[in-house]
């Protein structure tokens, strides 16, 4: 009788222990809305939150994700109410803050214009004409950003890419630097048809190296290891053959946007 209630208590505490340990293992990272890499209407919550998520469970970790303004999952991840934040462009100044991730998608910045203007460009002086619109938390390229702080270009700075693609159909702006599968998605998923047709993407890409990123506050003593790990598991991940397929899941034609 004795053994057998050793047995039953010694089975109760390795499974609290589990427990416990599992419960370490949980991991709440703070994301934004951008369809198709990262958004609350899909199961999977986006081709770029399952890599990050896929690679934490390769390593051992789940991943619970909370959905809210851009700004608000900096802000709040730098101050450490977050094991962490996904995902961003690379940004010198982040680093003083976070500890960043190996790149998790490489997007493809381009932009968009509506197709009366016959828009080209080749460097940014060529903008100089243009009325651009601009989201104040994204990162675009140094160049871009320079450009405008410079007066370069007018730019207007406006809330969401919706408004963006809402306000070049208007004739308000002219152009946009967007990311091409984004741009893509919304006017697939937000727009008529008509509506769509009426803007391009011009095939020049801002940047060949835009790479995107999984950020773990520096305030949380634990990051350090969770980034090793992360990283461990998204080079696992590409190893299997997994990443290839998961980046694969963007529904835009190749050759959206550009003009004929």
Not at 4 to 27: D, G, N, Y
Not at 130 to 138: A, K, S
Not at 154 to 164: C, N, P
Not at 205 to 233: C, I, V, Y
């Given at each position: 009788?004795?053994?057998w209630i ?220 969770r ?34």
């Amino acid at each position: 009788m004795k053994k057998w209630i050793s047995s039953v208590v010694l089975c109760f505490c390795a499974l609290i222990s589990t427990q416990v340990h599992a419960e370490k293992k949980v991991l709440q990272i703070a994301t934004g809305e951008l369809a198709p890499y990262a958004t609350q209407t899909r199961t999977d919550r986006g081709i770029a939150l399952s890599i990050v998520r896929r690679a934490f469970e390769l390593a051992g970790y789940r991943v619970e994700y909370t959905f809210m303004p851009w700004s608000r999952t900096l802000a709040e991840s730098k101050m450490g109410k977050w094991d962490g934040t996904a995902y961003w462009g690379k940004k010198p100044e982040h680093a003083a803050q976070f500890f960043i991730s190996e790149n998790v998608v490489t997007e493809q910045w381009v932009f968009v214009y509506r197709n009366d203007l016959k828009f080209q460009w080749d460097t940014v002086q060529d903008l100089k004409s243009y009325r651009v619109g601009m989201i104040q938390d994204y990162t675009y390229t140094p160049e871009i950003w320079k450009a405008a702080n410079d007066g370069v270009f007018k730019s207007e700075k406006l809330l969401d890419e919706k408004t963006l693609l809402k306000m070049m159909l208007l004739q308000r702006i002219d152009i946009a630097p967007l990311e091409r599968n984004v741009a893509c998605d919304m006017l697939l998923n937000s727009f008529t048809p008509q509506e769509a047709a009426k803007l391009s993407a011009f095939p020049k890409l801002m940047t060949d190296s835009f790479t995107t990123h999984l950020m773990l506050p520096r305030r949380k003593a634990e990051s350090a290891q969770r980034l090793q790990d992360f990283n461990r598991g998204l080079e696992r991940l590409r190893a299997s053959g997994e990443y290839a397929k998961l980046l694969a899941q963007v529904n835009c034609p190749t050759g959206w946007g550009v003009s004929k």
